[in-house]
């Protein structure tokens, strides 16, 4: 089976392939995963030209100007060149770019689009999108509920060109928790620990809000908070500073190279989601396949990541006392089997073997069709 993944993002900042790699090592890893099966290539556009070989995948580069980017005639040709069965493109803002893909790589070629947390189109992208659903074979969204909105705008024409897969894998995985605790120096107690940007989406507010009075029924439980952004800081600062002691039991870490979260997810017990909207929830992801216990909202990417109820527990959005109930439910729980779950669902769901099959049987089974 020959597959290439195409992506139409510029990234004209890196130019050198292996930065640009480690960059997106979450996508890298899969590439590699497919390759032990297929035929598989990938094409990026940074600031560079030529084609890098990895652990059995083919990585090309391509650089392009705007004019390219707009009219890619000469970027097709290219993709033609590696004579693919299926394409993969990934993200839903390139209708304009997949119309002259369908056209100039003929019918035999399977399109499958990957959801990347977009929305439904407007204007006149929602009329683009319209017309070249009928080129596309299929869409990866990581849960059917997010498909739902473009099938009422009929910007897909059916859920049964929709497949439920998740979008990346993690590339972290357990690690002795010792160890992991002297790279981070939590504090030996129950660890909770919080991802993401302070931002209204991230909810970072019913985070602290809820924590906060989680810890006048626990004298055990601390949270720390890996942040990057400060949209919200100051309103989270100020809840801190008007409750006695939640500065004790909240820590407020900030940015943490990517590498080195590895040791913050192996050194907690729980990885907890505030987010109002995710397209995969890559740092649930991550949390998971070191083994934390996900507390997450009940939105579609996070209820399908923790299997709807098989691990894990949830809350409503911006639910203040629904995060403070699933709080105190932790203090009941048998964390060595709550774990196991976790991993378990982790493995076959949402590794890279699991991703990677799963998109391998709708591949074969486009092609035979």
Same mark, same amino acid.
């Given at each position: 089976?020959?597959?290439?993944?195409?992506?139409?993002?510029?990234?004209?900042?890196?130019?050198?392939?292996?930065?640009?790699?480690?960059?997106?090592?979450?996508?890298?890893?899969?590439?590699?995963?497919?390759?032990?099966?297929?035929?598989?290539?990938?094409?990026?556009?940074?600031?560079?030209?030529?084609?890098?070989?990895?652990?059995?995948?083919?990585?090309?580069?391509?650089?392009?100007?705007?004019?390219?980017?707009?009219?890619?005639?000469?970027?097709?040709?290219?993709?033609?060149?590696?004579?693919?069965?299926?394409?993969?493109?990934?993200?839903?803002?390139?209708?304009?770019?997949?119309?002259?893909?369908?056209?100039?790589?003929?019918?035999?070629?399977?399109?499958?689009?990957?959801?990347?947390?977009?929305?439904?189109?407007?204007?006149?992208?929602?009329?683009?999108?319209?017309?070249?659903?009928?080129?596309?074979?299929?869409?990866?969204?990581?849960?059917?509920?997010?498909?739902?909105?473009?099938?009422?705008?009929?910007?897909?024409?059916?859920?049964?060109?929709?497949?439920?897969?998740?979008?990346?894998?993690?590339?972290?995985?357990?690690?002795?928790?010792?160890?992991?605790?002297?790279?981070?120096?939590?504090?030996?107690?129950?660890?909770?620990?919080?991802?993401?940007?302070?931002?209204?989406? $991230?909810?970072? %507010? *019913?985070?602290?809000? +809820?924590?906060? !009075?989680? #810890?006048? =029924?626990?004298?055990? &439980? /601390?949270?720390?908070?890996?942040?990057?952004?400060?949209?919200?800081?100051?309103?989270?600062? $100020?809840?801190? %500073? *008007?409750?006695?002691? +939640?500065?004790? !039991?909240? #820590?407020? =870490?900030?940015?943490? &190279? /990517?590498?080195?979260?590895?040791?913050?997810?192996?050194?907690?017990?729980?990885?907890?989601?505030?987010?109002?909207?995710?397209?995969?929830?890559?740092?649930?992801?991550?949390?998971?396949?070191?083994?934390?216990?996900?507390?997450?909202?009940?939105?579609?990417?996070?209820?399908?990541?923790?299997?709807?109820?098989?691990?894990?527990?949830?809350?409503?959005?911006?639910?203040?006392?629904?995060?403070?109930?699933?709080?105190?439910?932790?203090?009941?729980?048998?964390?060595?089997?709550?774990?196991?779950?976790?991993?378990?669902?982790?493995?076959?769901?949402?590794?890279?073997?699991?991703?990677?099959?799963?998109?391998?049987?709708?591949?074969?089974?486009?092609?035979?069709?």
């Amino acid at each position: 089976m020959r597959i290439v993944h195409l992506s139409y993002v510029r990234s004209m900042s890196y130019n050198e392939p292996e930065l640009w790699l480690r960059r997106i090592n979450f996508f890298t890893v899969l590439v590699e995963e497919m390759a032990k099966t297929a035929d598989v290539k990938s094409i990026h556009c940074i600031n560079y030209s030529g084609v890098h070989k990895k652990n059995g995948a083919e990585f090309h580069f391509l650089k392009t100007s705007w004019l390219q980017f707009l009219f890619p005639f000469g970027f097709h040709r290219y993709v033609r060149t590696l004579d693919p069965e299926v394409v993969v493109v990934h993200g839903l803002l390139f209708s304009w770019q997949v119309l002259w893909l369908r056209q100039q790589l003929g019918k035999k070629i399977k399109i499958v689009v990957q959801h990347h947390a977009e929305r439904p189109l407007g204007h006149y992208k929602e009329i683009l999108q319209k017309l070249v659903d009928r080129s596309i074979s299929a869409y990866f969204f990581t849960s059917f509920e997010q498909a739902r909105p473009w099938v009422e705008k009929r910007q897909i024409k059916s859920l049964d060109k929709v497949f439920e897969i998740m979008e990346v894998p993690s590339v972290f995985g357990p690690i002795d928790k010792k160890e992991a605790i002297k790279k981070t120096n939590v504090k030996e107690s129950k660890i909770y620990l919080w991802v993401g940007r302070l931002d209204a989406n $991230k909810d970072p %507010l *019913t985070l602290v809000t +809820a924590f906060i !009075r989680f #810890t006048t =029924v626990n004298q055990e &439980a /601390h949270l720390y908070v890996v942040f990057h952004g400060d949209e919200l800081v100051g309103e989270v600062k $100020k809840i801190l %500073l *008007t409750s006695p002691g +939640a500065s004790d !039991r909240i #820590t407020l =870490v900030g940015k943490v &190279a /990517h590498h080195e979260l590895l040791y913050w997810y192996n050194s907690a017990d729980f990885v907890i989601s505030t987010s109002h909207y995710e397209g995969s929830g890559i740092a649930v992801c991550e949390g998971m396949s070191c083994g934390c216990i996900p507390i997450v909202t009940k939105i579609p990417s996070l209820m399908m990541m923790t299997g709807t109820g098989k691990c894990g527990l949830h809350f409503g959005v911006g639910n203040v006392e629904e995060l403070f109930f699933a709080l105190s439910r932790t203090d009941h729980m048998d964390l060595a089997l709550e774990r196991t779950k976790v991993l378990h669902q982790y493995k076959d769901n949402l590794s890279s073997e699991a991703i990677s099959n799963k998109m391998m049987c709708v591949f074969a089974k486009l092609i035979k069709a």
